[in-house]
């Protein structure tokens, strides 16, 4: 099973809360208390957000966090490689020689020619596409071009 990880996870859902106010500082317990996230949870989550760029730590009174660039402008592969690193789906596409096999091995660029189709889908869709709620706008891109994530489009 293909999936990320539940602090990348809740990273999307707290990118999501502060792109709903651009430009706000917001405390961790603000954001956990919105999100219903635990507090633990929520700050180490910002403090490897805040390390990653994606957002800033603003010191001070008035201080908290907030999205260092606009949603628009934040693709959710930037948020996945924040939390868990570079995206790859094998380990041979991730570096070579990581894999025993791989010198042997016949699907080695198929695998690679997948991943980097995941990793540009996950490029393609911003912080605004996947806050957006519902968004029946929301279209992964092919080779071929758009078309719509919903089935039978």
Do not use: F
Request: hydrophobic letters at 40%; aromatic letters at 2%.
């Amino acid at each position: 099973m293909l999936r990320i990880g539940k602090l990348t996870d809740y990273a999307t859902v707290v990118m999501a809360e502060l792109a709903e106010h651009p430009g706000e500082c917001w405390s961790a317990s603000q954001v956990a208390e919105v999100t219903r996230l635990e507090l633990p949870t929520v700050a180490k989550v910002l403090k490897t957000l805040a390390k990653s760029g994606l957002i800033d730590s603003v010191r001070g009174v008035n201080g908290g966090y907030r999205l260092h660039d606009p949603a628009e402008s934040v693709s959710v592969a930037a948020i996945i490689r924040a939390m868990e690193g570079p995206i790859a789906l094998t380990e041979c596409a991730l570096e070579p020689g990581r894999c025993s096999r791989e010198h042997e091995c016949s699907l080695k660029g198929n695998w690679k020619r997948i991943g980097e189709t995941v990793e540009h889908a996950l490029e393609s869709l911003s912080l605004a596409d996947l806050a957006a709620p519902g968004n029946p706008g929301l279209h992964l891109v092919t080779r071929t071009g758009p078309r719509s994530a919903k089935r039978g489009n």
